[in-house]
């Protein structure tokens, strides 16, 4: 009898645990943290995104500098929320920044603002975008960022 009441208790706590844990796959660090202050751009050109644009091919990880924000776009909430935003490069031509908001703090940019960013170059048929411009929680893929007002953000 004593084994019976032992088995109904363990398995009731085992399960109240079990449904209280919701597995992802793989854990999000806090993205509201405060990005890393006074970050120097570890490139001072566009020109590896300036060559993926022109050539359109997915490039699976740039580094850019010196980009313009032109225009602000309206958040994706369909899915995983992304902030999303268009910069232009040396050379006139625009590219679409996009960043998941699940991995990375909103960056307080304003159209006239310059930012740096890494992260994996995507040719659609819209034009070029450059995205996971954050760490990658599965460590596959080299970390992204985004420098803006010498502050590192989304690692």
């Not at 032992?6 to 943290?33: D, E, H, M, Q």
């Not at 490139?43 to 313009?68: G, I, M, W």
Request: glycine content about 8%.
């Amino acid at each position: 009898m004593l084994n019976k009441k032992f088995f109904v208790l363990f398995t009731g706590i085992f399960l109240s645990v079990c449904s209280s844990y919701s597995y992802s796959g793989y854990s999000y660090a806090n993205p509201r943290k405060a990005p890393k202050q006074q970050f120097v751009s570890p490139v001072n050109s566009d020109t590896a995104l300036v060559q993926a644009l022109n050539s359109k091919r997915n490039v699976t990880y740039l580094e850019a500098a010196n980009l313009v924000v032109v225009e602000l776009l309206p958040d994706d909430t369909s899915g995983r929320e992304h902030q999303k935003f268009v910069t232009k490069l040396s050379t006139g031509q625009t590219v679409q920044i996009i960043s998941n908001l699940d991995m990375c703090q909103k960056i307080p940019v304003r159209v006239g603002d310059v930012v740096s960013v890494g992260g994996e170059f995507i040719w659609t048929k819209f034009g070029g975008l450059v995205h996971w411009v954050h760490y990658d929680p599965r460590k596959i893929r080299k970390d992204g960022y985004i420098i803006y007002n010498g502050n590192l953000y989304c690692r």
